[in-house]
């Protein structure tokens, strides 16, 4: 046993007295796997380092931006020359143009893009600009996906189709969750009875195509289609939520994944974060002109912020697109992506441990179950003890993965052979 002091548990005490729970992000404090947080000092390629001075071959990527590792020169300089100029003005720059320009040409289903600052904002901000568009109040979402942690999105399914959802946290009035419907993921009959019940009041349907909120589950090619024919019959928008599939598991995002398997899809409105802020504070949403012509200072709906469009931000997320568009940029994740998941479907094999997996471009999920659930209930019977033993396991072998069963993980362009041998050595022996 090591007598040198935890510099870890120091901190996570010393931060429990300052801040609710030690942390500002709740799944931070470990809670699901229990022991220590690491307090993180320095992120360098595909590694980051705890208090402590340890290393470890990160797989949470500050949770999908980091695409390119951590401290990527490009980005680095862009982001150092930015800071030099100013970090606020309050007023527009080149830049916010730049980066809108840059987004709207790898996603052609979007005319005009509005930059915000963080996931949650984006999508509130979705949701309002749909209902303001359609006149209408009700929304669809899909239980196991999350956007972000604005009241009428904190809502579970309520106790059948007729009636509207209950809030999952205190803090959110019933009257605020009785517009959102929570439907089962890829499930289309519940999908076709509660358009034939609501369809005519929906505003939108909110959905995070490949959800990345309950470990790793795609939404089928068919419930997707399906999707798309209805809210196009019921004059609903259907709004990709792409804060961690964006710029992440293709340069188009899910939506251009799904428009190679859906000749001519394409989603009314989209939102952007994570990899589009390239670690800093940014994201977006989109649509037609037509849809986006509705907002302040055009329109009726009403959206704005202090430090939207933030010029050091800006210069991040535009480093960081220019250099996941560069040709073969990709593939070669994907191909990183899928020899990590390959391996440790084989190790698991070899351990007579069950094991599913899936991924799609720089992101990745595994189940410890023989094949691949379908939705947010089917995620939840996963072994969680045995799931927390492999999350400590690999820890304590300086492999961090996300500390929850049901979160994705992610692969960045920095990680080299060596490091997912090495995890796939640590993996080894956390299953023996
Ligand atoms: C799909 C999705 N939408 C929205 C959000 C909220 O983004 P933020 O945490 O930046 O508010 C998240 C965050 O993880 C997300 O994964």
């Not at 999952?168 to 019940?197: C, D, K, R």
């Not at 939705?375 to 003890?385: F, H, I, L, Q």
Request: hydrophobic share 45%.
């Amino acid at each position: 046993m090591s007598t040198e002091p935890d510099l870890n548990q120091a901190l996570f005490e010393r931060a429990q007295k300052v801040i609710p729970g030690g942390v500002n992000s709740p799944v931070r404090a470990f809670r699901a796997v229990g022991g220590t947080p690491r307090f993180i000092t320095r992120g360098d390629g595909a590694y980051i380092f705890d208090a402590n001075g340890r290393r470890y071959i990160d797989y949470i990527g500050s949770w999908g931006p980091m695409i390119l590792g951590h401290g990527h020169p490009a980005v680095l300089e862009a982001v150092q020359k930015a800071a030099v100029e100013g970090f606020s003005f309050g007023a527009p720059t080149e830049r916010e143009v730049e980066l809108a320009e840059a987004i709207l040409a790898l996603v052609p289903s979007m005319e005009q893009v509005r930059l915000v600052s963080s996931g949650t904002e984006a999508t509130m901000s979705a949701i309002r600009l749909a209902r303001g568009a359609t006149g209408r109040s009700k929304f669809i979402k899909f239980e196991g996906c999350y956007h972000g942690h604005t009241d009428a999105l904190l809502v579970k399914a309520g106790s059948g189709l007729a009636t509207f959802g209950n809030p999952t946290s205190a803090g959110v009035p019933p009257e605020v969750a009785q517009h959102t419907i929570v439907l089962e993921y890829n499930n289309l009959t519940q999908l076709e009875e509660a358009f034939a019940l609501h369809g005519k009041a929906l505003a939108c349907v909110m959905i995070e195509p490949i959800a990345g909120n309950m470990n790793f589950v795609r939404a089928s090619v068919p419930f997707i289609k399906r999707l798309r024919e209805l809210c196009t019959e019921y004059g609903a928008l259907f709004v990709f939520d792409e804060v961690m599939t964006g710029f992440r598991v293709a340069l188009g995002g899910a939506q251009a994944h799904y428009a190679r398997l859906i000749p001519g899809f394409k989603p009314d409105m989209s939102v952007f974060g994570k990899v589009i802020g390239g670690g800093m504070p940014l994201a977006a949403f989109g649509a037609s002109r037509a849809i986006m012509s509705h907002l302040a200072p055009l329109g009726s709906v009403y959206q704005a912020g202090t430090l939207s469009g933030n010029p050091v931000a800006t210069a991040c997320g535009l480093a960081t697109l220019r250099e996941i568009a560069k040709p073969g940029f990709f593939e070669a994740l994907s191909t990183k992506t899928r020899t990590l998941t390959d391996g440790l479907k084989t190790v698991a094999r070899e351990n007579g441990v069950p094991f599913s997996t899936d991924s799609e471009g720089g992101m990745f999920g595994f189940f410890l179950m023989d094949q691949l659930p379908q939705n947010y209930t089917t995620v939840m019977t996963t072994d969680k003890e045995r799931f927390n033993r492999f999350f400590h396991g690999m820890l304590d072998r300086g492999v961090y993965l996300a500390p929850a069963l049901y979160e994705a993980g992610f692969v960045s362009a920095a990680h080299s052979s060596a490091d997912l041998d090495a995890t796939l050595d640590a993996a080894r022996q956390a299953l023996r």
